[in-house]
């Protein structure tokens, strides 16, 4: 495991840990309610029960049960569970530099870790006592997860030996910028801020010119200083984004403003309170800031963007190259009337349940 590049080791462990959790969830879902947890022993009373107590008999003859169904009274099965360190030592190597450098500077990060993995090791040995490794839809998902880490690692291996480390050369980079000049120009935005009262499609006439009144009311108040544009956002406001944010809405392309709010918005002076627009979803009161004119971003503010999007151009080429040479290399032979027998079976099986 040492010879793994450090460019996805985080990768590995993360995967698995991701794969294992999501083959696992389905099955004890569907299958929890057949099967006991065994009690570990910490977790098991002090108190000896009275066999001559009926009650307590009962609670003596289950513990029993329970402990032998694990391999010992009250001692689960921990043969090939245990964890040695070795195996902490791979494990570690495994982390990223960040989690590594934590528990190795802190002596109780470190046993808290430790705790982690004896965790997850009694967790596996329940899991075994009980037969859980040995279902048939189990066994085979854990296949399926083993074959998409297999899968996964191999194809990050021959991506990092075949992209060179100073992949992309900044030629490559500014002519990418050049060519695609478009691609970063940034058209003309302003700054919004907005209370909107919604009309709800049950308002009749009435209804919504209470609202209108409202939102004129509100307007009067924020002019006169009785309010300040947040608090009335804050206590008025119908939208998530603009009650918590202080009304601001952010920098919004002006080609995306509805034509009867963006004319009254631009037609207001920065900070200053538009009278109540109507729309068909409801009131505004608008305030507008600063009007960002059309501009082309340049290029050192996009440069490491552009090597990012290259850098994963290159990839998706390379695993199309290498899932055609592998289909050629080693070849999965059917015949159009396996696939079609195959798809009528499955299909005839979905209909009956």
Known sequence: MSSIPLLFKKFLSWTAIIVAVVLSYGYLAQNIHTWELPLPSFMQSDRTPNPKDKQSGEILRQGNNQASAIGGPGQPELAGFSLDFAEVNQIVKLL????????LSDFEAFQNFLQAEFINKSILAAAHANKIDQNADFQFMAKRGYETILRDIYLKQLIISKIPGDFPPEEQVKAYYDENMDKFRVVERVQVWQVF???SPSFGT???????KKAESIVRDLRIGELDFATAAEK??????GKYNSGYLGLIKLSDIKPEIKKPLLALKPGKVSEPVSTEEGVHILMRGSVLPEQVLAYEEVRDRISQLLVKQLQAKLIRSINEQAASAYPIEITEDQKEQWWLKLRTRELEK
């Open 236 to 241: 008025y406001s119908q939208t998530q984004t």
């Open 96 to 103: 990223d530099n960040q989690q590594r450098d934590k528990i």
């Open 206 to 212: 009435k209804v919504r010119d209470e609202v209108k």
């Open 197 to 199: 009262l919604p009309f």
